[in-house]
């Protein structure tokens, strides 16, 4: 199977605040230039600043970037700032931060140190977003375990998951961004 062409959008977008978070939505006539309602790995410029990050889905058929403190800081963003935005998909994703509590589990389980490394960073990828995709500790903490049992098991990626809705439980209800 041949790999995808990569795919360009150039535009502008307006930073948005939800609570204290800033994030940037993309325009909807960008999200629909994409080649999934999902996850999309990307590499670009926000401005002029380089950026190489996962586009998240925003449960109705569009994408948003998560916003860090270090480019918040160097652009000086603020809600309702108009960036320059100029992202294309890469086949190659960028590895995800796998939090502490997965971490810790991956490292506890001898038997799995050759199987995380062999998952594709896309797999991987959906690994953290599932565990991530909850507001209660309780939850969390089980599917930690339920991941690690899988991943023994022989499962590459999380079963029964919604890739294209926005599962950021700070951001998100029933697996929308607010509008």
């Known amino acids: 199977m041949a790999a995808k062409a990569p795919v360009t959008v150039t535009g502008r977008a307006t930073v948005r605040a939800i609570g204290e978070r800033l994030i940037l939505p993309l325009p909807e006539e960008l999200s629909a230039k994409l080649p999934s309602r999902g996850q999309v790995a990307v590499e670009g410029t926000l401005e002029e600043c380089p950026l190489t990050t996962v586009l998240e889905p925003d449960g109705r058929k569009g994408h948003w970037i998560d916003l860090d403190t270090a480019l918040i800081d160097e652009l000086d963003l603020t809600e309702g700032t108009s960036l320059a935005v100029t992202l294309t998909t890469r086949a190659e994703w960028p590895e995800p931060e796998v939090p502490e ?18 998952l594709t960073p896309m797999a991987r990828w959906e690994w953290v977003r599932w565990v991530r995709a909850t507001r209660s500790g309780d939850t969390r903490a089980r599917r930690v375990e339920v991941s690690i049992d899988k991943l023994r098991h022989g499962s590459r990626r999380p079963c029964c998951f919604d890739l294209s809705s926005c599962t950021d439980p700070e951001l998100a209800r029933s697996g929308k961004l607010p509008e």
């Not at 997965?102 to 199987?115: G, N, R, V």
């Open 101 to 118: 509590d997965l971490a810790a589990a991956l490292e506890e389980a001898d038997d799995l140190a050759d199987t995380w490394p062999a």
